[in-house]
């Protein structure tokens, strides 16, 4: 046994015992930090197993969600698996085509009007979409009030894209319209076709509203989706020259008169295929905005429309009556077909035809008649 003797020198090598006692600090230090790190990848594991089986609700806004249009794009939404807010004041609005959602408690109803801005604010609180498709679209009576088109477009659009800048929505769908290329000399018409004179009051406030779209989206992280529809038909579908028609017919099946010679030439489109491309352009397009035509690669004449409607009710020897001219109106196009390559282009064709969609159109008519009533 060695012995240390009082007052005798006692030999250390410190640079080891430094060294060793470093490397078991060290030691502690990394076991002490490697449970750490067990411990916190454990509670990143258990976090990212939450968030993936958690269900993450999207909250999406739709503007006369009680119309025609919106009210299939809130349907669509709903099966998407959003959460839906859907603003409509019902001037047009149809309480049928909400009805069917009311008990879906990812479905919110508000019945307001958008020219109410401190009270439309609130409702687009966390939403991440909006779809903007309420508007007058009534282009025929635009000369008989001229206000009408300024407020329920472009000032509604105004309020709705401030809304939504307010509130951080990172999407805006807009629902154009080919009026805004008025009468123009190219067929079919392409996005890129110079912006000519207004001849509708409600092309010069969509074509405004598009400007406001854009300014929006250069100025804020919002992208803006702009869709320049061709007239829709389908189930739901309660204006234009079929609901007239057959309206017309149900009080008297012998004659009917059309506005123009029966001459004008339009494209047209089958709700589904405008829904389906709505969606399929938002979740495959990202530019900062994002301009398309939405329509068919065919057209048709008002005297082929009246005759597809007569054949589907089997209507015999109907007396027509014109009122004269190229056009039913002042601001109607005498010929409205919109170029969809771009559309294409992007992955997506229409499959209805629009003698399909006139049928579609007159056999939902036929089954829902209380829609006459309303208009």
């Known amino acids: 046994m060695e012995t240390f003797k009082k007052n005798t020198p006692i030999s250390v090598d410190y640079e080891r015992y430094n060294e060793e006692s470093n490397s078991n600090r060290r030691s502690r230090i990394y076991r002490k930090e490697l449970a750490s790190a067990r411990t916190e990848a454990k509670r990143t594991i258990d976090f990212v197993e939450v968030l993936c089986t958690a269900e993450v ?84 009576h635009g000369l008989e009030d001229t206000r009408r088109d300024l407020e329920q477009n472009t ?93 017309s017919l149900r009080k008297d099946p012998t004659t009917l008169h059309i506005l123009g010679n029966g001459k004008q030439k339009k494209s047209y489109i089958y709700i589904g295929d405008l829904v389906e491309a709505i969606f399929h352009v938002i979740s495959t397009q990202h530019e900062k905005v994002n301009i398309y035509n939405l329509g068919t690669d065919e057209f048709v004449d008002v005297n082929f429309i009246a005759q597809t409607i007569f054949d589907e009710l089997k209507l015999k020897n109907v007396k027509i009556s014109y009122s004269g001219g190229e056009r039913g109106w002042i601001g109607d196009s005498p010929f409205i077909y919109l170029d969809i390559a771009k559309l294409q282009k992007a992955g997506f064709s229409p499959k209805t035809s629009i003698k399909d969609s006139i049928i579609h159109t007159v056999r939902y008519l036929n089954t829902h008649p209380f829609l006459f009533d309303q208009r």
């Open 57 to 140: 609700t999207l909250k999406a806004v739709v503007t006369g969600g009680a119309g025609f249009i919106g009210s299939t794009i809130a349907d669509r939404l709903l099966k998407e698996g959003y959460s839906v807010l859907v603003i409509d004041n019902f001037r047009t609005g149809q309480e049928a085509f909400v009805s069917h959602n009311l008990k879906n408690p990812k479905y919110t109803l508000v019945r307001e009007d958008l020219l109410n801005y401190e009270k439309i604010l609130p409702h687009f609180k966390e939403a991440k979409i909006v779809f903007h498709m309420a508007a007058n679209a009534d282009v025929r």
């Open 155 to 247: 000032i509604v659009t105004y309020n709705v894209l401030e809304a939504a800048r307010k509130n951080g929505v990172k999407k805006f769908v807009f629902a154009s319209t080919g009026s805004i290329y008025g009468e123009p000399d190219t067929f079919p018409t392409p996005e890129t076709y110079k912006i000519p004179i207004q001849t509708s009051f409600y092309g010069a406030s969509k074509i405004a509203c598009e400007g406001l779209i854009q300014a929006f989206a250069e100025g804020f992280p919002m992208k803006g989706y702009i869709f320049r529809f061709v007239s829709c038909m389908g189930e739901r579908y309660t204006h234009g020259c079929v609901f007239d028609f057959m309206k």
